[in-house]
């Protein structure tokens, strides 16, 4: 098939991109350069087109894997986020409905803000920034699409995702990244006071196995890609010295954030159903596989 991945320069969609090469597939990417890094796609045998998703790139395609956003959550220009996110998503679409081709697409638990967990597709949406207000957009915009076209598109409501090819992501890369970093440079892990907040953080390969699963199938759903278990930041440094064989103790520090999600969790419950989607490692072992794998 002749995929296109979008945000193909990112952390996901790098990771993505090179999947569906090992599946045989001819790989585009799409990307803008504006986030990712030309270093996760030095082992990618494809084209990549250096381009915003305002700018349609020759086609035909079978199917888009739209991951192209800006990632950054703390942006807090409403016009320059809805922009990029929205509006590229409606050119996306554009081209899709041209092409007659699928779309999978990447929304965010940042949907979900701070609704009660487990949190499950149907709950209302509750975003605390423009980032998770434009994902609630897209979605809307998703379904839209959907219906008009009778294509298949299903949107992917990724949880905390970690793994290899997220270290552009600075300060927006998973807390596992950043405490393994400050950690690995001989300095305590500083997190947020009292470091009781939880996330369902998701291994790269299992958020690789929803995309994959989700290209097979039809109809215009979302759905939740995490691991269904809910992991504190203390718990993540426990997991990280267990791997790394240290004894750190956290240092905790005074959270600036007032949209800061308190706990994660997703319910997995349709995801399992509908989409066979079965997330393979726990934090342990996503820990220590990343950490083997000499990228954390
Ligand atoms: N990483 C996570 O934990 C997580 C969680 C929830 C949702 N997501 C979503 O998954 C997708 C991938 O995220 P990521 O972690 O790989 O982030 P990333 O920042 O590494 O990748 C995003 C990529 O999109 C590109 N991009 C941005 N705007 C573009 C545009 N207008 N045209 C072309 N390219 C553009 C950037 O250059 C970057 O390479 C995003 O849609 C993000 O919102 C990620």
Redesign the pocket.
């Known amino acids: 098939m002749r995929v296109l991945v979008?945000?193909g320069?990112?952390?996901?969609?790098s990771n993505l991109a090179m999947a569906l090469v090992g599946e045989s597939h001819d790989v585009t990417i799409?990307?803008?350069?504006?986030?990712?890094n030309f270093s996760n796609l030095v082992k990618f045998k494809g084209d990549v087109i250096c381009?915003?998703?305002t700018v349609q790139p020759p086609g035909p395609f079978d199917i888009i894997f739209h991951?192209?956003?800006?990632?950054d959550t703390t942006v807090t220009d409403q016009n320059r986020m809805m922009a990029?996110n929205v509006e590229?998503f409606r050119h996306v679409l554009a081209w899709a409905a041209a092409w007659k081709a699928r779309v999978v697409w990447?929304?965010?638990?940042?949907i979900y803000g701070n609704s009660a967990p487990p949190m499950v597709e149907s709950a209302a949406p509750h975003p605390l920034n423009v980032y998770g207000y434009s994902?609630m957009v897209m979605e809307c915009v998703a379904r839209l699409w959907h219906r008009q076209t009778g294509l298949p598109c299903i949107g992917l409501r990724?949880?905390?995702?970690y793994g290899p090819g997220?270290g552009?992501?600075g300060r927006f890369a998973?807390m596992i990244y950043q405490l393994a970093q400050q950690m690995k440079a001989g300095h305590r892990p500083r997190i947020f006071r009292d470091g009781s907040q939880k996330r369902d953080f998701v291994w790269i390969d299992d958020v690789i196995q929803a995309n994959l699963k989700a290209a097979e199938i039809s109809g215009g759903e979302v759905f939740n890609v995490g691991s269904g278990i809910s992991e504190s930041f203390n718990s993540v440094i426990g997991a990280l010295n267990v791997v790394m064989h240290t004894n750190y103790e956290p240092e905790y520090i005074d959270n600036p954030y007032h949209f800061f999600q308190k706990h994660t969790e997703a319910d997995l419950a349709k995801s399992i159903a509908l989409l066979s989607y079965a997330p393979r490692s726990g934090l342990l072992e996503g820990v220590r596989e990343y950490y083997g794998s000499c990228a954390l």
């Not at 799409?30 to 990712?36: C, E, I, Q, R, T």
């Not at 991951?67 to 990632?71: E, K, M, Y």
């Not at 990724?158 to 995702?161: R, S």
């Open positions: 979008t945000g320069a990112g952390f996901i969609g799409l990307d803008n350069f504006s986030a990712g381009s915003d998703c991951q192209a956003s800006i990632t990029n590229g990447a929304s965010s638990a940042a994902k990724y949880f905390n995702v997220e552009h992501k998973s």
